[in-house]
């Protein structure tokens, strides 16, 4: 049961480079999520995709963009990556918007 | 704007005890309100999770009790043990939200044994 699978693990990167991440889910749900958990704020919701085919700003969706490419994916791309952006990511996915899966992180230091 | 206040932020109790979690929220929309627990290097899991036409829920040694009337709800871990040990996160949703969870600011609880 893979259930969420997030890559890469751990990633560093330069100020003002690009990257994305990936996420995957085999549980054939219609709703994903991009969170993001820094120390003292819980989890905040970059972007969320309600379903195929559309995508939504959560309440901290700058300096990020989304791709939702099939019902199993949903990828993350920060275009030019500042410090504020070190952060962990955890990508979910759920059938109604209820039990929310999560992936296991990936963890990210911009520098 | 934070939607769901979570207090306290760090907790330590001793084996045994009952450690208790407190969350607030504003948006009288929401309808689902579930607690995660999250270890260190994993992803949040759904631990247990009430709406609002219960006051008051069980699972295991884990119980949310909820107040309508207030805009709060909390989390009591009965005879709580070290393996316990781990950030705990209220969250809400519903209403326009009913797409996504908004999480509060997690509590780190230590059960020393």
């Known amino acids: 049961n893979a259930g969420v699978t997030q890559t890469p693990k751990f990633q560093v990167l ?6 994305t991440l990936q996420c995957a889910q085999d549980m ?9 958990q820094d120390p003292g704020m819980g989890l905040r919701l970059i972007y969320y995709s309600a379903s195929e085919g559309t995508t939504d700003k959560g309440e901290v ?3 990020y963009n989304v791709s939702r490419l099939n019902k199993r994916e949903f990828s993350l791309r920060l275009e030019s990556a500042a410090p504020s952006q070190t952060s962990v990511y955890f990508c979910a996915s759920s059938t109604s918007g209820n039990t929310i899966y999560f992936g296991e992180g990936s963890w990210l230091t911009v520098v | 704007q934070q ?7 760090s907790l ?15 948006n009288t929309a929401f309808d689902y309100f579930p607690w995660y627990q999250q270890f260190p290097g994993k992803g ?25 009337s207030a805009k709060q709800f909390s989390l009591h871990i009965m005879d709580s043990q070290p393996g316990d040990s781990a950030t705990y996160f209220c969250a809400a949703s519903g209403g326009d939200s ?3 969870l908004i ?11």
């Open chain 2, 44 to 68: 949040p899991a759904l631990l247990i999770a009430i709406r609002p036409d219960v006051s008051e829920k069980k699972e295991g040694r884990f119980t949310i009790s909820f107040n309508k």
């Open chain 2, 103 to 113: 999480f509060g600011s997690g509590t780190r609880l230590l059960v020393r044994p």
């Open chain 1, 61 to 63: 969706p700058n300096g």
């Open chain 1, 14 to 19: 330069k100020t003002g480079q690009s990257m």
């Open chain 1, 28 to 36: 054939n749900h219609n709703s994903m999520y991009w969170y993001r």
């Open chain 2, 98 to 100: 009913s797409y996504k």
């Open chain 2, 12 to 26: 330590i109790v001793q084996k045994g005890g009952i450690p208790i979690i407190n969350c607030a929220y504003e």
């Open chain 2, 3 to 9: 939607q769901v206040k979570q207090s306290p932020q």
